[in-house]
């Protein structure tokens, strides 16, 4: 089974502020002493909604663009 | 926060240089003086080249990778204002202001790796090579011209063209080392995250694209296409 992607957090760059922690609509993160940590991945949407919370730049959700096989 | 270590450092070879434009249209003898400065930076990826507010002690050539910019805008958030990628310099700018700080952060999105040019040399070169300063000239100049171009983008384009044009641009172009977040999206065609995120869910309603967890599949081209060639605001 292939897994799902999951946003990419740069511990470097967190501050621990927990943002997208609370403002993830699918609980999927929690905060740990090193930062957030995806305690639940299966829930999460890939909404990238994390990626705005952020406010040091900490979290990347880069999507990929493709055409569909018939175009 | 981690500034890249430099993973390796090596003296380079003339031939190194061909894939930066800027340097390699220079003459032979500003080449070769150029290549006794430059020092090759291996960087990895998520790591910090440049700092913002630190003060500017080099710039740097991309030889491959990608790398995003970032700011801390006014209230405390870090912005993504470009990518750059195999050929662009790095922190330039702030080594020609009188401040000498560096203007923005640069970071790796993916492994990396460019030829740092120190201040001192930086300065030595201008001081003793006018082709680099002409090279410096063209470059700012073509980088003007590109941002009026983009000015004329915006007043003329609406976001949803802008945003069908860079659709089709990026999933034709099969060469993309990384894949682009929104952020990255609206620093590239002049408009806000919320904005790009918003016109996506419009072209997906439309039935142009879908979307799958972390993919974007453009459905239909020739619609795609019409809004990309749509010109009014
Ligand atoms: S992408 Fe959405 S669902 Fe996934 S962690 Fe971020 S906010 Fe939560
Ligand atoms: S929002 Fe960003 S800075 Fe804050 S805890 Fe999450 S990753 Fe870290």
Redesign the interface.
């Known amino acids: 089974m292939t897994q ?2 999951l946003p ?1 957090i ?1 511990f ?2 967190c501050d621990r502020c927990g943002a997208c922690v609370t403002g993830c609509p699918e609980q999927a993160l929690t905060m740990t002493k090193a930062g957030p940590v995806f305690i639940q991945p299966v829930n999460c ?2 909404c ?1 909604a994390c ?2 919370f952020c ?3 900490a979290i ?9 096989l018939e ?1 | ?2 500034i890249a270590p430099c993973l390796k450092d090596d003296r380079l070879n003339i031939s190194d240089l061909t894939q930066i434009p800027l340097i390699s249209a220079l003459p032979l003898e500003c080449r070769q003086q150029l290549s006794r400065f430059l020092i090759q930076r291996r960087i990895p990826a ?3 080249l440049v700092l913002e507010g630190d003060p500017a002690e080099a710039c740097f050539f991309i030889q491959s990778g990608t790398f995003r910019v ?1 700011r801390t805008n006014q209230d ?5 204002l470009s990518r750059l990628s195999t050929g662009a310099p790095i922190n330039i700018i702030s080594l020609l202001i009188p401040e000498r700080v560096n203007r923005a952060s640069v ?1 790796a ?1 993916t492994p990396a790796s460019v030829l740092a040019l120190n201040s001192k040399d930086f300065d030595s070169l201008l001081a003793s090579c006018p082709e680099f300063s002409t090279a410096l000239l063209r470059h700012f100049a073509m980088r003007i011209s590109h941002m009026t171009d983009l000015a004329a983008d915006l007043s003329l384009l609406s976001v949803r063209t802008r945003l069908a044009r860079f ?1 089709i641009d ?3 172009s099969p060469n993309s080392i ?7 999206i609206a620093a590239q065609i002049g408009t806000v ?2 904005v790009v ?1 918003r016109t996506l869910r419009d072209f997906e309603t439309q039935g142009l694209i ?1 979307r799958d ?7 239909d ?1 020739s619609g795609l296409v019409r809004e990309a060639s749509l010109n009014p605001k």
């Open positions: 799902k992607a990419i740069n470097d760059r949407t890939y990238t990626e705005g406010p040091t730049g990347r959700a880069p999507i990929k663009v493709r055409w569909a175009n | 926060m981690l998520y790591q910090s970032l405390g958030k870090v912005q993504v970071e999105l659709l990026l999933a034709d990384c894949d682009w977040t929104q952020d990255e995250r919320d995120g879908s967890h972390q993919q974007f599949v453009l459905l081209r």
